[in-house]
Nanobody, 126 residues
Framework: QVQLVQSGGGLVQAGGSLRLSCAAS????????MGWFRQAPGKEREFVAT????????YYADSVKGRFTISRDNAKNTMYLQMNSLKSEDTAVYYC???????????????????WGQGTQVTVSP
């Protein structure tokens, strides 16, 4: 019943931009914090960005701060990740995730998230 369906991945050149989308269904989207994680080959999955249920609070990994923007549209049950100034090291499978907001935790830890999207490949060529 719960689904997080991702779209928007693809191949871009370094310095380019890409916008990822995550469409949610089967739960009350507006009560969940949402996040983006990524996993490069041979590496552990890492935190990228997160946004509070209302969109009022965001956090970013240092590696993407100033280049990526997380946002959400609760009326559309959709979360976005706008990625600008892309670098080769941004190449990874990107996952969206949802966590019921309890007022506890950091919103940045993988174990805090309950629902996960299928992942989408982002490849940045030099």
């Amino acid at each position: 019943q719960v689904q997080l369906v991702q779209s928007g991945g693809g191949l871009v050149q370094a310095g380019g931009s890409l916008r990822l989308s995550c469409a949610a269904s089967g739960f009350t989207f507006s009560t969940y914090a949402m996040g983006w994680f990524r996993q490069a080959p041979g590496k552990e999955r890492e935190f990228v960005a997160t946004i509070s249920p209302s969109g009022s609070t965001t956090y970013y990994a240092d590696s993407v701060k100033g280049r990526f923007t997380i946002s959400r549209d609760n009326a559309k049950n959709t979360m976005y990740l706008q990625m600008n100034s892309l670098k080769s090291e941004d190449t990874a499978v990107y996952y969206c995730a949802a966590r019921f907001f309890t007022g506890r935790g950091t919103m940045r830890a993988e174990y805090e998230y309950k629902y996960w999207g299928q992942g989408t490949q982002v490849t940045v060529s030099p």
